[in-house]
């Protein structure tokens, strides 16, 4: 049975590129009257959260993407969050140990900053030059009797080809002088994800990996630790990136890229889903409008198109109309609408933001308006009439915006003294501080309270319309965003 599957890390926003190869792992999965599962890639305790993974669910359910096995719906092959299965991965690290395919490494970080140095320096690979890999067994038990700190690298050839067989590509050859001795287990234990995707994949029965064509370079590890274990390697399918219009990598400093950006903004699902399909396959027939069920009807993996898929708001935009005037009618329309922003449980974060300020029920739309929009319609000139200086105002605006995308806990009080203690760091008055953000955010120098105006709004259309700020100031070069981001990261050291 085909078997295909997801495997987002749960460390930030629910990405559109997550959602492109859950599309098309789906299809294909489906097409062959296969299963979908969904893992989480949980394993770095430094920036996973809970709140996160559950983001990620919810995002692609709203999309319409629906796995067979996963953490919330479970499954013959859990545990599915990678942290719930410790004790699977160190025994399969052990076994590498005893097999004589890893050794234990101990080197400080010191030694390889100057190993790495010095490779550099001479026009070489930066890898690892295995000088643990030749410790003798008696040093190895006496470095851990000593309790000195280790991981676990895998061994590599030291010379020779990798073979990389890939269904879209063909075979790929790689030297093995390029592929590093890769840490497979961390000094705290968990294991890196080279190694866990592995195990995963093999014990849940994955036959078919649908992935970005930036895991190319990790194919050999992958296909390394495949043939020291004994186990088949999974049919690999590597797809095209997203790209910006310019094409550089599809990245949210130049294109909103959260799924929720895109929900909050008002678009249909199935046209987003639609979207996604189209980036790298079409119809037979050439429609560009089709559904879910319609692409996995027609699916052929072997029709992906190669090229560089360019990720088109215009385009979505556009697509969207067709499907909301096409396949909504009236009723269908109001009912959307209800869902998406004029439904009770949005009234009820806006009704105390307002109500102070309400005479009649007509004073609603003007008070509110803002909370319901995508991206207010501002100007320059706004900016230039505050008493923020405008170099002030950028640095303001472009801080803020680093700050807010790092922040995890969105609730009004931690919004409020997050920002509030970055304006104190830079030696910005608070009222100076807040001034270009509340046009960034409401369109307009007074509105109603910033910061629960800004839950109300969440995160992400938060972050875009502070974007959109500083591209109405005429954006921030390359040059100034080098200097901005040396002058934030002093800052940071003293928040």
């Not at 889903?273 to 429609?287: A, I, K, Q, T, V």
């Amino acid at each position: 049975m085909v078997r295909t599957r997801v495997a987002p890390s749960p460390t930030g926003d629910p990405h559109v590129g997550t959602a492109y190869m859950a599309l098309f792992s789906y299809c294909f999965a489906k097409q062959h009257g296969g299963e979908f599962l969904l893992r989480i890639e949980d394993t770095d305790l430094a920036r996973s959260t809970k709140a996160s993974e559950q983001t990620i669910l919810d995002s692609l359910k709203w999309l319409g993407l629906q796995w067979d096995e996963g953490p919330d719906v479970g499954g013959p092959k859990g545990a599915y969050r990678q942290s719930e299965r410790l004790p699977i991965y160190k025994a399969h690290t052990q076994s590498l140990l005893d097999n004589g395919h890893a050794f234990h490494c101990f080197c400080t970080s010191e030694r390889l900053d100057e190993m790495r140095k010095a490779q550099m320096a001479g026009g070489q690979t930066a890898r690892y030059d295995g000088f643990c890999s030749q410790l003798t067994a008696e040093d190895v038990a006496a470095q851990i009797s000593a309790g000195t700190p280790f991981v676990v690298r895998m061994k590599v050839p030291a010379s020779g080809v990798c073979t990389i067989q890939d269904r879209l590509r063909g075979p790929i050859e790689i030297d093995y002088a390029q592929i590093d001795m890769q840490v497979l287990q961390k000094t705290d234990g968990f294991p890196t994800y080279h190694l866990a995707v592995v195990v995963d994949d093999h014990l849940m029965e994955i036959t078919h990996i649908i992935r970005g064509e930036e895991w190319i370079n990790s194919a050999p590890k992958h296909q390394l630790l495949y043939e020291y274990f004994g186990w088949p390697m999974p049919e690999l399918i590597h797809m095209p990136l997203l790209r910006n219009p310019d094409k550089s990598k599809l990245s949210k400093r130049k294109n909103p890229t959260s799924i929720r950006f895109y929900k909050d903004m008002g678009y249909m699902p199935e046209a987003v889903l639609n979207y996604l399909g189209m980036l790298g396959w079409s119809l037979p027939s050439g429609e560009e409008k089709f559904s879910l069920e319609e692409m996995v009807a027609h699916f052929d993996i072997d029709r992906i198109s190669m090229g560089a898929p360019v990720f088109d708001v215009e385009k979505l935009k556009w697509l969207n109309g067709r499907w909301l005037r096409e396949t909504l009618d009236d009723e269908a329309l109001a009912d959307r609408l209800s869902d998406w922003a004029f439904n009770r449980d949005k009234l009820m974060q806006i009704i105390p933001l307002i109500k102070e300020r309400v005479e009649v029920f007509s004073d609603v739309a003007p008070l509110a308006g803002f909370l319901l929009e995508g991206l207010p319609l501002i100007e320059a000139e706004q900016f230039a009439k505050l008493k923020t200086e405008p170099g002030v105002a950028i640095k303001v605006l472009q801080f803020s915006l680093w700050h807010l995308e790092q922040a995890s806990d969105w609730r009004s009080e931690v919004l409020q003294a997050g920002l509030k203690q970055l304006a104190e760091t830079m030696d910005v008055k608070i009222r100076d501080f807040l001034a270009p953000l509340f046009i960034a955010i409401s369109g307009r120098s007074v509105a109603p309270p910033l910061f629960d105006s800004m839950v109300v709004l969440g995160p992400d259309l938060t972050r875009a319309r502070v974007r959109h700020a500083l591209n109405t100031l005429g954006g921030v070069s390359k040059k100034q965003a080098k200097k901005l981001e040396a002058e934030y990261r002093q800052l940071g050291s003293a928040l």
